[in-house]
């Protein structure tokens, strides 16, 4: 029989919190399928049982293993924050070209159109370029 490269030990404080997680209920289904799985590993459950009684993939309990090991098992409960563009306005540039677009319109136009306003956050410099999509998605954020 082969050993695990990431053995999980959990001690009885880290079981109790584990436990209380599952009690709840009110947390996230990954958050407890994820602390199913550290219990379960915990108790020498093998992974292909686990992988059977939970119905999730083996790479999840792989990686749910060595999280637990590597940065503790509160760690091995959540997902990492995920990268991301950060967004092109600000709250405040954004409350901005809010203001704006309840405004009147601009002379020629009888309304403010999403293409309008992504020409104004250009022309007001906020960012060197805009997509009409990130003022629809802004502006329905909004409504």
């Given at each position: 029989?082969s050993?695990k490269?990431?053995?999980v030990?959990?001690?009885?404080?880290?079981k109790?919190?584990?436990q209380?997680?599952?009690r709840?209920g009110?947390?996230a289904?990954?958050?407890?399928?994820?602390?199913?799985?550290?219990?379960k590993?915990?108790?020498?459950?093998?992974?292909?049982?686990?992988?059977q009684?939970?119905d999730?993939?083996a790479?999840?309990v792989?990686?749910?293993?060595?999280?637990?090991?590597?940065?503790?098992?509160?760690?091995?409960l959540?997902?990492r924050?995920?990268?991301?563009?950060?967004p092109?306005?600000?709250d405040?540039q954004?409350a901005?070209?809010i203001?704006?677009?309840?405004?009147?319109?601009?002379v020629?136009?009888d309304?403010w159109t999403?293409?309008?306003?992504a020409?104004?956050?250009?022309?007001?410099?906020?960012?060197?370029s805009?997509?009409?999509?990130?003022?629809?998605?802004?502006?329905?954020?909004?409504?």
């Open positions: 029989m050993t490269k990431y053995k030990n959990l001690s009885e404080e880290e109790l919190h584990l209380a997680v599952l709840k009110k947390s289904a990954r958050k407890q399928t994820r602390a199913h799985i550290l219990l590993a915990a108790d020498g459950v093998p992974d292909k049982d686990i992988i009684a939970l999730v993939s790479s999840m792989a990686k749910t293993r060595q999280r637990c090991v590597e940065e503790g098992p509160e760690a091995a959540y997902d924050p995920r990268p991301g563009q950060r092109k306005l600000t405040r954004a901005h070209l203001a704006i677009a309840c405004s009147d319109a601009p020629g136009h309304h999403l293409r309008l306003l020409g104004k956050v250009v022309e007001l410099s906020y960012a060197s805009c997509s009409y999509e990130t003022i629809r998605q802004l502006l329905k954020k909004t409504r």
